[in-house]
């Protein structure tokens, strides 16, 4: 694992969209999967930059979500589809063809499971994983205690996750469960990128640096994976307290 930081946030966000961009300049169609909440929003204002200036081209890559809430798609104001659409799909007019995503409206949701975990494995697995690290370590949804080899699966969402998670939606939102990429995928994808940024997240960080890899910290399988690359801003690194 390597980890860099960066001073300001707009900094980190460039940064790691660098890495994506470099990553699809040698490999144009690369898979991709994507987090959505905050942390990469500056990630997608650098790379829809980089398409319409003409200095990236992602016309033949993939994208895949990260994850979804129980119950949610992409009309759901909040819902993990819903947000990236607005920051990346819709501004770059991605094709339906180039997105794969959960449905989490689906009344099989083991079956959207199989059909996400069939096509990453028939495409050979993932090229880029970006993810955020949330406040109790989670990966994507896969929360504390989630096995190391999990693919996609359905979670049962942390306490912690459904208060967090409120954030997203413009009003109270009863949350309980989510559809979610395993820690597995990010050990083996060949680009994991897990990024942080902020004073909130400095204390998890803090944690997840100093532990050991272990499955009651997710987001510590970045220790397990040497091709891992864990991005951060001064904020989300202070070595204080
Ligand atoms: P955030 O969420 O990017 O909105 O902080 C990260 C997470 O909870 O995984």
């Keep these: 694992m390597q980890l860099h930081a960066y001073s300001t946030y707009d900094e980190l966000s ?130 504390p205690g989630t096995p190391f080899g999990t693919y996609a699966h359905v979670s049962e969402l942390a306490e912690d996750t459904k208060k967090v998670g409120q954030k997203y939606f413009p009003g109270e939102t009863a949350l309980s469960i989510g559809v979610t990429l395993g820690l597995a995928h990010f050990r083996e994808a060949k680009l994991p990128i897990l990024m942080a940024s902020g004073e909130k997240k400095a204390g998890i960080v803090r944690k997840l640096l100093a532990s050991e890899a272990t499955e009651l910290l997710p987001a510590s399988i970045v220790h397990l994976a040497p091709q891992a690359v864990v991005m951060v801003d001064r904020q989300a690194y202070s070595t204080d307290s």
């Excluded at 942390?39 to 992602?58: E, H, N, Q, S, Y």
């Excluded at 009309?75 to 947000?83: A, K, L, Q, T």
Aim: glycine share 12%; aromatic share 8%; charged share 20%.
């Design 14 to 143: 460039k940064q790691t969209a660098g890495l994506v961009a470099d990553y699809i300049r040698q490999k144009p169609d690369a898979l991709v999967c994507f987090a959505s909440g905050h942390t990469p929003i500056g990630v997608f204002r650098w790379l829809v930059d980089d398409v319409k200036a003409g200095r990236l081209d992602i016309s033949r890559c993939t994208f895949i979500g990260l994850d979804e809430w129980g119950g949610m798609n992409g009309s759901h104001e909040g819902s993990c589809r819903h947000m990236i659409d607005q920051d990346f799909f819709l501004p770059l007019d991605i094709p339906q063809q180039q997105i794969l995503f959960f449905d989490g409206t689906s009344n099989d949701l083991q079956a959207e499971c199989a059909r996400i975990n069939e096509f990453i494995s028939a495409s050979g697995g993932l090229d880029i994983m970006l993810v955020g690290i949330g406040l109790n370590g989670h990966l994507g949804m896969n929360e």
